[in-house]
Structures are given as structure tokens and as C-alpha cells.
């Protein structure tokens, strides 16, 4: 009996010595929780009532374009109607309110109210002090407490990331700032990173994650992350830096093989040579004639005496060598190539629909992408009323990458119940492979379900599985000295379940939660299901 259980709640295509892990860890029984359901049922039969009147295809719609689906926003897409919520989805109103106990955790974070520039500027001036410590304890302790905060500045920022992904209203907006982070990749600990990356989410990528795609490209060329992580604060006349060029054209805009050249890179770091970091209060000095072209904005500047000045060709375009302005050109020049739009839907698609996505769905949303100027939010309507999209919403079509299991787990199992501790999500995205702020390559984390889907990885999923659906993990647990866990426990089987969820499952699925022992056990089964982990 043991075995045939694992079994109905692994991926058919892993091995044998892996299910018999995997039912080591759920440890489940023979025994029938009939009765706990019926109860369960009786009391919640309230809850998220409105589920019930969802469509099969408005819940996984749901759970497609959010971080998952729980009672609170199924009950809110019934009230307000399938369009109306997409289009509050695809445009919203300014940054979605977070739950005053979300809330209220962010605004009690250190830096939430000081200027990005002032934060880097003092960190710069504490890392410069603890070098020049002669005694080498000194120095060393010094050090330490400078690398550990920002290390804390860091997991601020995840924090902050966490709460917005499980709490705020505009979800499509979220996985959109997901996606573009990881399209966008900067790696957290390489230099000081860890106290620019919260600054790069919050304002270079986040509110423009359903704008203009050429704006969003510009804030981050503007943002001393990008410029920090591909080496561009060292590009300058004389010393040209290519990494920065070539990621731009590579990942962030035309993608491999889309027709430029070698020659194409090295203008483009000619174009960008003198774009880069400072700092220093005061400004360089800089020859009268060139003074006029100075720009500092921030930790961001733009130094006339570092750039190349002579002209450039780039992707058969002529540009002059005239400052700053080269980057504008070059910028329209990558974004309205028709390579960009091609390689941006296509990754869309893949994030939303399928790891091969349909060439018609690709070539509809490029089509879209060219004709609106970039529209991020008109693409992602034109892939969503697409009759693939629609394809693509039936029972195991789409893998969940860790990130968004962890999340669509957390939010299922509390809805609205604000978590207090953010830590223990962070260490199970981390044990996954996909922590937030961590991969070190530019090319971000995996789009595709075959890089999440292993044996050692769905042997962590179980084990967080059963951290989650036994109780609050240490998540209701506040950080800090003397902290006690508050008690919670996840509610998983509710009316949504009873409503809707229950309806997606397999037979063997059902067989499976039916041989329970316990409400802790249940929702761990429920959490491994297969159903669950797409």
C-alpha cells in the first residue's frame, strides 16, 4: 500500500529508489480521514463560498497569471468577473496596497526611507574605513560587520520581494517583475550588490514590469546594479569593457544567433564607455568643455572623460559620437529591432505557457509587441485571449519553477493570514536552487519544467511539503531576540478545495488524500500531489 501511494504522487518519470524516498519522507497511512473532511467541511463551508461558481478554466486562469490561487482571489475574480479582473491584472492603478500587517513589516525595514544614493554613498564611505584599519583584528572584525550588513540589506530585500509576491492585489504585476528580474539577472554578491539589488527590484523593474519595454530596458542601463554586475562602471575610452554590450544584445534585447556581429559588440561598448558609477559627492573635474556634458543621477553618471567620442557603426546604423545620447540611439535601435520582439514574446510565452511555446502564439504576441511600441501589458493580453493560451490552461500543462511553488503554497495554505517571518521561504527557495538575488550568471534561472523537475529536487519539494502543511514552519514566528512562534496552522482543505480544487484531481490522487491520518498529513499529500506541483 505504501508504495503504490508514492507512487500515485510522484512524476511518472522518476525512478523507483526516489519514490521509495520520497514515501520515507510523507509517511503516509491507511487510514480513511472520512470524517475529518465532512468536518472540515461543516466548518469552512463559508469560506471563499465563492469558488464554487468559478469555471474549471477561470481557476487554473487564475493560478496561471498569479502566484497561485487561494480563496481571497478566487472570491474576488467571482465578484468583479473574468475581463474586469484581467484588465485589473494587466493595468493597475498604481502599486497594489499591501495588507497593513505586510505593510507594516516593510515600513519597518532601515532603509525603506532613505535615498538609494545616501545607502551606497555610506556603505562605500564604512567599506573604505574598515580597509584602513591598521590593526589587523580591528580591520578584521571591521570588515565583518560591513559584509553583514549587507548581507541584512539583502535579505531586506527579499523580504520585501516575498510579501509583495504573496499579498499584493496586482499578482500579474508581480510575476511580471519576477520574470523581469530574472531576464534583467544581477547576482547579489558579486561587489556590493547586496545593498543596490532591493533599489533595482523596487524602482527599475517593478514599476515598469507591464510598461514600455524600452523604458525598462533604460532603467536598468540607468541602474548601478546592471552597470556594477556586467562591469560597465570600468568601460572606458581606451579601456573598453565588452561584457555589458554583449548581454545587452545577447539576453536582454535580440537573443544568440539574431544577426549581429562581433564588430556590432565592440561599438556598442564603444557607445557605452563612460556610463558607469560615482559615489563621491562631488563632482570630477572635467575640462570646460566637456562639463556641459556631465550626468549624475543618483549613484548613476554619465562621464564625458571617459567616453569614446567617435563615431560608431552599429547594426548597419552610423551614430555619432555625441555623449549620452548614443545610448538613446542605440536603445531605439535594439528595441525596434525585429529580432527583440521575437526573443522577448518567446520568453513570455515559455515563463507563462509552455517550455515550447506555438510559433503562431510567438509570432501574434511579436506582432503585438511591434505594433504597440513595446507594450508589455498589450502582449501579455494577446497571448492571454489566445486560443493556445487557452490550451495550455488544462490539468499538468505548466511545471511550477520553485519560486513559484513555494509561493503558491504559502498562499493556498494561509490566504490572507500575513506571514511574519520571511526567512524560512528564503531558505526553501535557496535549498531549491532559485533563491532570490542568487544566480551568479546573467543569463538568470531556467524558464523550462525540465530544469525543476529532478529526483533531488522533488525530494526537497516533499520535505518542504510537509514543513508547510504541518504547521506555521516559523513563519508566524517574528525576527528577533526572545521571538515566539504564534500559533497558525494552514487550512488547505476549505471550501475552495471542496468547490473547485477538488474537481482538477486524479482519481488516484483522491485515493491517495483519502488514506490521510491527519490534517497535517492530508495537506502534505495535497502539496506533493502532482496537481499541485503544475
Same mark, same amino acid.
Given at each position: 500500500?505504501?508504495?503504490?501511494?508514492?507512487?500515485?504522487?510522484?512524476?511518472?518519470? /522518476?525512478?523507483?529508489?526516489?519514490?521509495?524516498?520520497?514515501?520515507?519522507?510523507?509517511?503516509?497511512?491507511?487510514?480513511?480521514?472520512?470524517?475529518?473532511? /465532512? #468536518?472540515?467541511?461543516?466548518?469552512?463551508?463559508?469560506?471563499?463560498?465563492?469558488?464554487?461558481?468559478?469555471?474549471?478554466?477561470?481557476?487554473?486562469?487564475?493560478?496561471?497569471?498569479?502566484?497561485?490561487?487561494?480563496?481571497?482571489?478566487?472570491?474576488?475574480?467571482?465578484?468583479?468577473?473574468?475581463?474586469?479582473?484581467?484588465?485589473?491584472?494587466?493595468?493597475?492603478?498604481?502599486?497594489?496596497?499591501?495588507?497593513?500587517?505586510?505593510?507594516?513589516? +516593510?515600513?519597518?525595514?532601515?532603509?525603506?526611507?532613505?535615498?538609494?544614493?545616501?545607502?551606497?554613498?555610506?556603505? $562605500?564611505?564604512?567599506?573604505?574605513?574598515?580597509?584602513?584599519?591598521?590593526?589587523?583584528?580591528?580591520?578584521?572584525?571591521?570588515?565583518?560587520?560591513?559584509?553583514?550588513?549587507?548581507?541584512?540589506?539583502? %535579505?531586506?530585500?527579499?523580504?520585501?520581494?516575498?510579501?509583495?509576491?504573496?499579498?499584493?492585489? $496586482?499578482?500579474?504585476?508581480?510575476?511580471?517583475?519576477?520574470?523581469?528580474?530574472?531576464?534583467?539577472?544581477?547576482?547579489?554578491?558579486?561587489?556590493? =550588490?547586496?545593498?543596490?539589488?532591493?533599489?533595482?527590484?523596487?524602482?527599475?523593474?517593478?514599476?515598469?514590469?507591464?510598461?514600455?519595454?524600452?523604458?525598462?530596458?533604460?532603467?536598468?542601463?540607468?541602474?548601478?546594479?546592471?552597470?556594477?554586475?556586467?562591469?560597465?562602471?570600468?568601460?572606458?575610452?581606451?579601456?573598453?569593457?565588452?561584457?555589458?554590450?554583449?548581454?545587452?544584445?545577447?539576453?536582454?534585447?535580440?537573443?544568440?544567433?539574431?544577426?549581429?556581429?562581433?564588430?556590432?559588440?565592440?561599438?556598442?561598448?564603444?557607445?557605452?564607455?563612460?556610463?558607469? /558609477?560615482?559615489?563621491?559627492?562631488?563632482?570630477?573635474?572635467?575640462?570646460?568643455?566637456?562639463?556641459?556634458?556631465?550626468?549624475?543621477?543618483?549613484?548613476?553618471?554619465?562621464?564625458?572623460?571617459?567616453?569614446?567620442?567617435?563615431?560608431?557603426?552599429?547594426?548597419?546604423?552610423? +551614430?555619432?559620437?555625441?555623449?549620452?545620447?548614443?545610448?538613446?540611439?542605440? +536603445?531605439?535601435?535594439?528595441?525596434?529591432?525585429?529580432?527583440?520582439?521575437?526573443?522577448?514574446?518567446? %520568453?513570455?510565452?515559455?515563463? #507563462?505557457?509552455?517550455?515550447?511555446?506555438?510559433?503562431?502564439?510567438?509570432?501574434?504576441?511579436?506582432?503585438? @509587441?511591434?505594433?504597440?511600441?513595446?507594450?508589455?501589458?498589450?502582449?501579455?493580453?494577446?497571448?492571454?485571449?489566445?486560443?493556445?493560451?487557452?490550451?495550455?490552461?488544462?490539468?499538468?500543462?505548466? #511545471?511550477?519553477?520553485?519560486?513559484?511553488?513555494?509561493?503558491?503554497?504559502?498562499?493556498?495554505?494561509?490566504?490572507?493570514?500575513?506571514?511574519?517571518?520571511?526567512?524560512?521561504?528564503?531558505?526553501?527557495?535557496?535549498?531549491?536552487?532559485?533563491?532570490?538575488?542568487?544566480?551568479?550568471?546573467?543569463?538568470?534561472?531556467?524558464?523550462?519544467?525540465?530544469?525543476?523537475?529532478?529526483?533531488?529536487?522533488?525530494?526537497?519539494?516533499?520535505? +518542504?511539503?510537509?514543513? =508547510?502543511?504541518?504547521?506555521?514552519?516559523?513563519? @508566524?514566528?517574528?525576527?528577533?531576540?526572545?521571538?515566539?512562534?504564534?500559533?497558525?496552522?494552514?487550512?488547505?482543505?476549505?471550501?475552495?478545495?471542496?468547490?473547485?480544487?477538488?474537481?482538477?484531481?486524479?482519481?488516484?490522487?483522491?485515493?491517495?488524500?483519502?488514506?490521510?491520518?491527519?490534517?497535517?498529513?492530508?495537506?502534505?499529500?495535497?502539496?506533493?500531489?502532482?496537481?499541485?506541483?503544475?
Amino acid at each position: 500500500m505504501r508504495s503504490r501511494l508514492g507512487a500515485e504522487l510522484l512524476e511518472p518519470d /522518476i525512478p523507483v529508489k526516489a519514490r521509495g524516498r520520497a514515501l520515507r519522507v510523507l509517511r503516509t497511512h491507511a487510514v480513511i480521514a472520512v470524517l475529518a473532511a /465532512i #468536518f472540515l467541511a461543516a466548518i469552512f463551508g463559508s469560506v471563499g463560498g465563492a469558488a464554487a461558481e468559478l469555471s474549471p478554466r477561470d481557476m487554473a486562469l487564475l493560478d496561471r497569471l498569479t502566484f497561485g490561487i487561494n480563496a481571497s482571489s478566487a472570491a474576488h475574480l467571482q465578484a468583479v468577473g473574468t475581463e474586469r479582473w484581467l484588465n485589473e491584472q494587466l493595468h493597475p492603478v498604481g502599486t497594489g496596497p499591501l495588507p497593513e500587517a505586510a505593510r507594516s513589516q +516593510i515600513e519597518a525595514m532601515p532603509d525603506v526611507h532613505k535615498f538609494p544614493f545616501d545607502i551606497a554613498a555610506a556603505f $562605500d564611505q564604512q567599506g573604505r574605513t574598515a580597509n584602513q584599519i591598521p590593526d589587523p583584528d580591528l580591520k578584521k572584525a571591521a570588515q565583518q560587520t560591513f559584509q553583514q550588513g549587507m548581507n541584512d540589506r539583502a %535579505r531586506q530585500a527579499a523580504s520585501r520581494t516575498i510579501l509583495r509576491a504573496l499579498y499584493a492585489p $496586482d499578482q500579474l504585476r508581480e510575476r511580471m517583475t519576477w520574470f523581469w528580474f530574472n531576464h534583467f539577472n544581477v547576482h547579489q554578491y558579486k561587489a556590493n =550588490i547586496r545593498i543596490l539589488v532591493g533599489d533595482y527590484e523596487s524602482n527599475a523593474i517593478r514599476p515598469l514590469a507591464l510598461g514600455k519595454f524600452r523604458d525598462l530596458l533604460m532603467a536598468t542601463v540607468h541602474h548601478p546594479a546592471m552597470l556594477r554586475y556586467l562591469d560597465n562602471a570600468d568601460n572606458a575610452a581606451g579601456h573598453v569593457n565588452e561584457n555589458y554590450a554583449r548581454e545587452i544584445m545577447e539576453l536582454h534585447t535580440m537573443g544568440v544567433g539574431s544577426g549581429y556581429t562581433q564588430a556590432d559588440v565592440e561599438a556598442l561598448a564603444r557607445i557605452l564607455t563612460g556610463v558607469g /558609477i560615482d559615489l563621491k559627492t562631488e563632482e570630477p573635474k572635467l575640462k570646460p568643455e566637456l562639463q556641459s556634458q556631465l550626468v549624475r543621477e543618483g549613484a548613476f553618471e554619465f562621464n564625458p572623460a571617459r567616453h569614446d567620442y567617435g563615431d560608431k557603426v552599429f547594426l548597419g546604423h552610423t +551614430i555619432k559620437g555625441r555623449g549620452l545620447a548614443e545610448v538613446d540611439e542605440a +536603445i531605439d535601435i535594439l528595441v525596434h529591432h525585429p529580432a527583440t520582439a521575437t526573443h522577448l514574446v518567446r %520568453r513570455i510565452a515559455t515563463y #507563462f505557457v509552455s517550455d515550447t511555446p506555438p510559433e503562431a502564439l510567438v509570432a501574434r504576441m511579436a506582432q503585438t @509587441f511591434k505594433a504597440t511600441d513595446g507594450d508589455i501589458a498589450q502582449v501579455l493580453a494577446t497571448m492571454v485571449h489566445a486560443p493556445e493560451f487557452d490550451a495550455s490552461l488544462k490539468p499538468g500543462a505548466r #511545471f511550477k519553477d520553485p519560486v513559484q511553488y513555494v509561493f503558491s503554497a504559502v498562499r493556498l495554505a494561509y490566504d490572507d493570514k500575513v506571514i511574519l517571518n520571511t526567512a524560512p521561504i528564503q531558505n526553501w527557495l535557496n535549498r531549491l536552487g532559485q533563491g532570490l538575488f542568487n544566480h551568479e550568471t546573467p543569463d538568470g534561472y531556467a524558464l523550462t519544467s525540465a530544469s525543476w523537475s529532478g529526483p533531488g529536487q522533488m525530494m526537497v519539494r516533499f520535505e +518542504i511539503a510537509r514543513q =508547510i502543511g504541518s504547521g506555521s514552519s516559523g513563519l @508566524f514566528k517574528p525576527d528577533g531576540p526572545g521571538a515566539v512562534d504564534l500559533p497558525a496552522f494552514p487550512l488547505i482543505q476549505n471550501a475552495l478545495y471542496f468547490n473547485g480544487l477538488k474537481q482538477s484531481l486524479s482519481p488516484t490522487t483522491l485515493a491517495a488524500l483519502d488514506q490521510a491520518v491527519s490534517p497535517q498529513d492530508w495537506n502534505t499529500l495535497f502539496l506533493s500531489s502532482p496537481e499541485f506541483m503544475h
